[in-house]
């Protein structure tokens, strides 16, 4: 179909390319939750009486998808890409590309690779937030054809956008304005994607059913590995009378037995959270909830509000137990800050959960023999470890930028697969992680009841530990590549 006879049936169609049946590790994990970044596109542009469809991915399969791009009449596709979903986005843009699709991309990761998506087959990347951009760039896209100067005239007054030229050359816009009121925006779409098949699959998985929400945007702090791509160092926050009746319209919905405030960090505004309380509780309004904070910005009056408000798991960005590693990062957070979030928390009957890195620049043994001493003092309810990776468009990726090398071609990977020319081998790590695991676990096992410890198991953790320890001496002058 050539582009004057393009006539299309919707003005948008959304979708992302991740696919939960074709990921063994997240069916393990089986705890997804709604595109929240789309579906705000859609109801923006629903609200402006633009037709907009989602193909929701997370249930589905890329055949289908590729069915409904092959069949329907060619539109214009808005797709989201992170991190993981690079190659599913890749292909998903070859796919409507060959059906005579325009395509859009959008998310944290287009705006640091923009030539490579635009080499892929975007026909524009979208930089920062979507909703206002896509709004311009529905009519834009529509009025004039692909290539001629009127497109490139069109776009180019169109703030936070990335094109390709007349000539081929990349355009790049001024940076978008980023939207005052978020209270203004309607809620995201829910009812163009199955939500009660997500509380559903949480329920039989967990016992509960989950939905999620946002009450911010944005993130204020500068570790330097984070990625700020969408929403740059700001921080906008919904009131909280518009959280609460979100929250209070969402449990009468879909019914969920907790929610996940899926903010960057949830309790950045403390005025702010005891208003919420104070706002929840006149309504009567209870959930049990889950989020993620930082320990600077918990204390004991937050913590008994979260306790009151129903938070009975709390996520901690730890990252290290050392705190040359944390300063390194520019965490702005101390160890000791961790060490008493951790148990103020518990003290509440708050579950803690703990993410840790390893493997940051100038990470060396006793770094990680204090973040073994660390989580073993610390003993939150669960941690997890990743070996750091540099995101493009962050601080920590520039440092490490001449040393990076691609372990797989761009299109078939994601930024977790560079290695760090002489940083320690992988093996190392896995000797770090063995380490941690058995020594935690040795140690809540002396904690939990010293005199009545199996001997046995005793004497196995020590023999792994000490084979860990062993091997993690011998890998270190392992480096990679
Ligand atoms: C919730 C969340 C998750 C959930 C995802 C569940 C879900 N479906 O929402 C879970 C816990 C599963 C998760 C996992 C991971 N996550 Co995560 N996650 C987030 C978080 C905290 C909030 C996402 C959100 O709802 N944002 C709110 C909406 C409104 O923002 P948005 O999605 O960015 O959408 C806006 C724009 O991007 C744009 N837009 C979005 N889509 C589109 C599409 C088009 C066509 C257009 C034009 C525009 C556009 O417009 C939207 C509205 O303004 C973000 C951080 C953040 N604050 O965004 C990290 C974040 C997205 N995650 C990140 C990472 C790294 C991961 C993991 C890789 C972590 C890991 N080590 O395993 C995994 C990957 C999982 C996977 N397989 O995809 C990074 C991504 C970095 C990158 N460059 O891609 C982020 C940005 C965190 C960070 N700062 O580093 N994550």
Known sequence: MSEDTWQPIMDLLLTHGYFLFEDPKELQI?????PLGILYICSHLRARGLSVEVFDTTF???AQLFEVLRTTPPALLGVYANLMTRPNVLEILRVAKEAGWQTIVGGP????????????GADVVVIGEGEVTVE?????????????????????????????GEDGSVHRTPPRRQIAELDAQPWPAREAVDVDRYVRVWREHHGMGSVSLITARGCPYRCRWCSHEVFGKTHRRRKPAAVADELDWLLNRYQPDMAWLADDVFTIHHGWLFQYAEEMKRRNLKIPFECISRADRLNAQVLDTLAELGCFRIWIGSESGSQRILEAMQRDVTVEQVRTAVALAKSRGIKTGMFLMWGYLGEEIEDIEATIEHVKKTNPDVFFTTVSYPIKGTPYFDEVAPRLIASKPWGEGSDRDY?????HSRRFYQNADQLLRNEVELSRLLNGNHSSADPLLVAELQGKIA????????????VEA
Not at 156 to 161: K, N
Not at 467 to 478: D, F, I, P, Q, T
């Open 60 to 62: 589905s399969s890329r």
């Open 419 to 423: 290695q760090i020319r002489g940083r």
């Open 136 to 164: 311009e760039l529905i009519p834009a896209l529509h009025a004039a054809q692909a290539g001629s100067r009127e497109r490139v005239g069109a776009l180019e007054s169109i703030c936070g956008i990335a094109f390709r």
């Open 109 to 120: 990761e287009p705006g640091a690779y923009t030539v490579e998506y635009l080499e892929a």
């Open 467 to 478: 084979r860990a320890r062993e091997g993690l001496h011998a890998s270190s002058a392992e």
């Open 30 to 34: 089986m705890k997804p939750y709604v």
